[in-house]
């Protein structure tokens, strides 16, 4: 399965923006869909994810409470970012991988090549 995440662009801090992240190929029920972001100079970052079989989300302690995680009945999922900083700033990824929520970027799979969201001061 590949994943490409789309949507991003420039907005002021406060600002909203929503991503999207298609996948292509078959996903089963157990399927999680995960958000990372990575800023120049550092590593990727846990962003939200998003269990199909049950909606569970998780979110990363930066983003929590600004940022939700959402998935339609074609399968596509969102990321709606609310209230954002400008250390928002950074490529946003979506991945996936079977099973459980994971945090760590290293069990997910199907990498596209991000959008860049820019949050102006």
């Known amino acids: 399965v590949q994943l490409q995440a789309s949507g991003g662009g420039l907005v002021q801090a406060g600002g909203s923006l929503r991503l999207s992240c298609a996948a292509s190929?078959?996903?089963?029920?157990?399927?999680?869909t995960g958000w990372f972001r990575q800023a120049a100079g550092r590593d990727r970052e846990f962003v939200a994810a998003?269990?199909?079989?049950?909606?569970?989300t998780s979110y990363g302690s930066s983003v929590k409470d600004r940022f939700s995680i959402l998935r339609d009945a074609n399968n596509m999922v969102y990321l709606q970012m609310n209230a954002l900083k400008p250390e928002d700033t950074a490529v946003y990824f979506c991945?996936?991988?079977?099973?459980?929520?994971?945090?760590?970027?290293?069990?997910?799979?199907?990498w596209g090549q991000g959008t860049l969201v820019t949050v102006s001061s």
């Open positions: 991945a996936g991988r079977y099973g459980s929520v994971q945090v760590s970027a290293r069990y997910y799979r199907g």
């Open positions: 998003i269990s199909w079989r049950d909606g569970r």
């Open positions: 190929g078959r996903t089963e029920t157990n399927y999680v």
